[in-house]
C-alpha cells in the first residue's frame, strides 16, 4: 500500500465549477501538506502549504487537512481552462522528504 | 534570481552510455533535492543534500547513480550504463533549512534509446 493514495482521475468539468480533489495518506506522522500544480512537461508549482490540521485559503483555492480521518482535500473555485494540469498532493514529517500522490488530471473545459 | 534550473532540458541516449545532469538551485536554499518522475506517477524521491553533505539516498538510487554538490552550490546527477528503465523526468528542487515547501525545476526528461 502506498503511504500517499491518489485518483489519478481524469476529472472533467466545465468552467465555473467547483473543483474537489482529494487524498489519503497512511502514516499518521505527516504533518506538513502541499498541493502542487504541473502542467505538461513541466515541474511541479508549489500552490498551497498547510501545516497540521485546518483550513487555508488563497484566492480560488483552499487547501484542507483532516489528521484525525488522514485526508487532504483542494478546492478550486469559479474553474478556469487554464487550471487544467496535473494536481499532486504531497506531505513530510518534520523536514524530511515530501511524499507525493500519483496525482490528479483535471480537464476543465470551457 | 530566477528559480530553479536545470540542464538539459531534454536528453537522448542510446543504452548503455552515461548521462549527467545538472541542478542550480535558488541562491539562498541550501537544500536540494532530486527526484524522478514517470509517466502518470507522483516524483519519486531520490537523493538530497544540506548544503555539500548528501544526508539520505532512496533504494531507487541504485550503484549507477551518483549524485554530488561541491561546494554546496549545484548539483550533478550521473547515470552510469543507462538502461530503457531510466527513461524518465529527473526533478530537482530547493528549499531553505526550515522552507514552507520545495522550488522545482521544469527537469530533465530523459530518453533512453
Known amino acids: 500500500q502506498k503511504e500517499v493514495e491518489q485518483d489519478p482521475g481524469p476529472l472533467s468539468v466545465p468552467e465555473g465549477a467547483i473543483v474537489s480533489l482529494n487524498c489519503t495518506y497512511s502514516?499518521?506522522?505527516?504533518?506538513?501538506f502541499m498541493w502542487y500544480r504541473q502542467y505538461s512537461r513541466k515541474g511541479p508549482e508549489l500552490l498551497m502549504y498547510t501545516y497540521s490540521s485546518g483550513n487555508k485559503e488563497d484566492g480560488r483555492f483552499t487547501a484542507q487537512v483532516d489528521k484525525s480521518s488522514k485526508y487532504i482535500s483542494l478546492f478550486i473555485r469559479d474553474s478556469q481552462p487554464s487550471d487544467s494540469a496535473t494536481y499532486l498532493c504531497?506531505?513530510?514529517?518534520?523536514?524530511?522528504?515530501?511524499?507525493f500522490g500519483t496525482g490528479t488530471r483535471l480537464l476543465v473545459s470551457p | 534570481d530566477t528559480g530553479v534550473s536545470q540542464n538539459p532540458r531534454h536528453k537522448i541516449t542510446k543504452r548503455g552510455q552515461n548521462v549527467t545532469f545538472r541542478c542550480d538551485p535558488i541562491?539562498?536554499?541550501?537544500?536540494l533535492y532530486w527526484y524522478r518522475q514517470t509517466l502518470g506517477q507522483g516524483p519519486e524521491f531520490l537523493t538530497y543534500f544540506q548544503n555539500e553533505a548528501q544526508l539520505e539516498k532512496s533504494r531507487l538510487l541504485s550503484d549507477r547513480f551518483s549524485a554530488e554538490r561541491p561546494k554546496g552550490s549545484f548539483s550533478t546527477l550521473e547515470i552510469q550504463r543507462t538502461e530503457q528503465g531510466d527513461s524518465a523526468m529527473y526533478l530537482c528542487?530547493?528549499?531553505?533549512?526550515?522552507?514552507?515547501?520545495?522550488?522545482f525545476g521544469s527537469g530533465t526528461r530523459l530518453t533512453v534509446v
Open positions: 502514516n499518521s506522522a505527516f504533518q506538513y
Open positions: 528542487a530547493s528549499s531553505l533549512d526550515r522552507g514552507e515547501g520545495y522550488t
Open positions: 504531497a506531505m513530510r514529517k518534520g523536514f524530511q522528504k515530501l511524499v
Open positions: 541562491s539562498e536554499h541550501n537544500r
